[in-house]
T-cell receptor, first 114, second 114 residues
Framework: EAQVTQNPRYLITVTGKKLTVTCSQN?????MSWYRQDPGLGLRQIYY???????DKGDVPEGYKVSRKEKRNFPLILESPSPNQTSLYFC?????????????FGPGTRLTVL | AQSVAQPEDQVNVAEGNPLTVKCTYS??????LFWYVQYPNRGLQFLLK??????LVKGSYGFEAEFNKSQTSFHLKKPSALVSDSALYFC????????????FGTGTRLQVFP
């Protein structure tokens, strides 16, 4: 089944404790992206990647890191989480055949930073 | 700057009645517009998109959207609502550069009552 998977789905952590949220897609998509969803703000892009080893900042990249060493994986790293990073996070992927393809989203990771 | 607006935080409709979820956009040039739906505890799912051509776009689950260039709108519609349509709906516009970036609205919660 074609899908985007994220792990963990739920995470409660404390301020300053490094964490990684994994994202993997099995559709051979070039483009991958991370979003955070907050009430009243919709989805905001954190980082995106056009292909392996090509990443760039989105609208709200502060406090986050990403890497794209393999085409299928795009982990999101929080080196020193803070309470304002408590949010619902989504990974998405899409092919770049025309640039107008819809994005496929993972199920989400709900992060709470205490 | 490109943006989308969803003027209603919530839309309530009785089952069997037609529904409309509103979206207006602001772009320079031709807009590429999308609708996504988010069911509880799930990621976003693609519903439909407008790239070019017929102003009435048909999508998944019986939804359709009407592109209106003069009113810069892309309202989502369905002739007969189902209780199972209750979800969070997002309008999005693709940025007109080489980043494949989607800019999302703040979302509209649709509540369909039996």
């Amino acid at each position: 089944e074609a899908q985007v998977t994220q792990n963990p789905r739920y995470l409660i952590t404390v301020t300053g404790k490094k964490l990684t949220v994994t994202c993997s897609q099995n559709m051979n998509h070039e483009y991958m992206s991370w979003y955070r969803q907050d009430p009243g703000l919709g989805l905001r892009q954190i980082y995106y990647s056009m292909n392996v080893e090509v990443t760039d900042k989105g609208d709200v990249p502060e406090g986050y890191k990403v890497s794209r060493k393999e085409k299928r994986n795009f982990p999101l790293i929080l080196e020193s989480p803070s309470p304002n990073q408590t949010s619902l996070y989504f990974c998405a992927s899409s092919p770049r055949t025309s640039g107008l393809n819809e994005q496929f989203f993972g199920p989400g990771t709900r992060l709470t930073v205490l | 700057a490109q943006s989308v607006a969803q003027p209603e935080d919530q839309v309530n409709v009785a089952e069997g009645n037609p529904l409309t979820v509103k979206c207006t956009y602001s772009v320079s040039g031709n807009p590429y517009l999308f609708w996504y739906v988010q069911y509880p505890n799930r990621g976003l799912q693609f519903l439909l998109k407008y790239i070019t051509g017929d102003n009435l776009v048909k999508g998944s689950y019986g939804f359709e959207a009407e592109f209106n260039k003069s009113q810069t709108s892309f309202h989502l519609k369905k002739p007969s609502a189902l209780v199972s349509d209750s979800a969070l709906y997002f309008c999005a516009v693709r940025r007109l550069d080489n980043t494949d970036k989607l800019i999302f609205g703040t979302g509209t919660r649709l509540q369909v009552f039996p």
